[in-house]
């Protein structure tokens, strides 16, 4: 991994947002750090105004001093229920201070009574599966994970958790008594929506006492797509950019607009991950707020709906 420039700076309040899109929307949300050294090709958190630069990361030192003014205030008329970590960054960064401040506000927030829920594509070390022990009821864990293989992570995600660390997370995170999920997101066409990539995921995720797992295709946000035009290698800027055909935009869980994978493209794969993971005991979710024109659900750990999704049969560029 490269190294990364952290700039420590104080958050103002408020500490606790309320998302305001898709699942998330009126659930307080919360970040340790503004940008992010996992440094995820897809991420759209890249192409935020306010991103910092890309060998950057602003890191929030007194979020657990915030959260303790917050939710100790006499005046405060309630608290808030559950706390989802993670929207546009990931609190399991490999850099120390970032982890440091990260565990001081999960300690603070289950001292108080909170739940967290939050997805990682990091490594979650053992002192927070060891704090996690202590309150697993309080602890909902999705683990980010598309494909077993290295050399995706190394093009797509090169700062991530490999494959087996993040398979290792979750042993490490169910022993413990967590609530695990795993979350395939984003589904690149024609990358790793494979019928061999999928068939080794879920087989792998089903030997490891998974049962449910949700999914979403890849979206682009208009900020996003130079960056993916200059970062990728040609091959697969190629193969992506030729399953977004048309320049039109739409919105997507609330405000955003994005552009989309056509609809039949990702029925057609939704049907063939829901096949293929029906073989191995798993229930597949489908994350409406990315999927507007098809049936999907509420992808948020404490909703539940009910779905169904249809989707052209890729050329698996990783036959995990």
């Known amino acids: 991994m490269k190294d990364f420039k952290l700039i420590c700076q104080n958050k103002k309040p408020p500490v606790l947002t309320k998302a305001d899109f898709g699942c998330l929307s009126g ?14 090709l897809y991420c759209y958190a890249r192409s935020y105004p306010q991103a910092p630069p890309p060998d950057a990361v602003v890191l929030y030192p007194n979020l657990p001093e915030l959260i303790v003014q917050k939710l100790d205030n006499p005046r405060a008329r309630t608290r808030p229920a559950e706390v989802v970590f993670n929207t546009s960054s990931d609190c399991f960064q490999p850099i120390p201070e970032v982890l440091n401040v990260t565990m001081a506000a999960m300690t603070a927030l ?13 490594v979650v070390p053992d002192r927070f599966v060891r704090l996690f022990a202590t309150q697993p009821d309080r602890i909902s864990a999705r683990i980010g994970l598309v494909c077993l293989d290295e050399d995706y992570t190394r093009i797509f ?10 398979l290792d997370n979750l042993v490490r995170l169910q022993t413990a008594g967590v609530k695990v999920g795993v979350r395939l997101d984003p589904i690149i066409p024609f990358v790793t929506d ?37 970062d990728l290698p040609p091959l697969f800027k190629q193969l992506l950019f030729s399953s977004f055909p048309g320049r039109s935009f739409q919105k997507i869980g609330g405000r955003t607009r994005a552009r989309l994978a056509p609809a039949p493209l990702r029925a057609k794969g939704y049907e063939r991950l829901k096949r293929i993971a029906s073989q191995w005991g798993l229930s597949v979710k489908i994350c409406r707020c990315k999927n507007p024109d098809l049936p999907g659900d509420l992808c948020l750990s404490s909703l539940r709906a009910s779905s169904s999704g249809r989707t052209n049969q890729p050329l698996p560029l990783f036959p995990c």
Not at 27 to 33: A, S
Not at 110 to 122: A, D
Not at 212 to 223: K, M, V
């Open 110 to 122: 289950l001292e108080r009574g909170v739940r967290l829920s939050f997805l990682t594509k990091g």
């Open 27 to 40: 659930v307080p949300t919360l970040n340790v750090t503004a940008g992010c050294s996992l440094g995820c």
């Open 157 to 166: 995600e090169p700062g991530a958790a490999g494959p087996r660390e993040r």
């Open 194 to 230: 494979g019928e061999r990539q999928l068939t080794r995921l879920c087989q792998t995720l089903a030997d490891l006492g998974l049962k449910e797992i949700t999914a979403s295709y890849l979206h682009l946000r208009p900020g996003l797509i130079p960056l993916l035009d200059r």
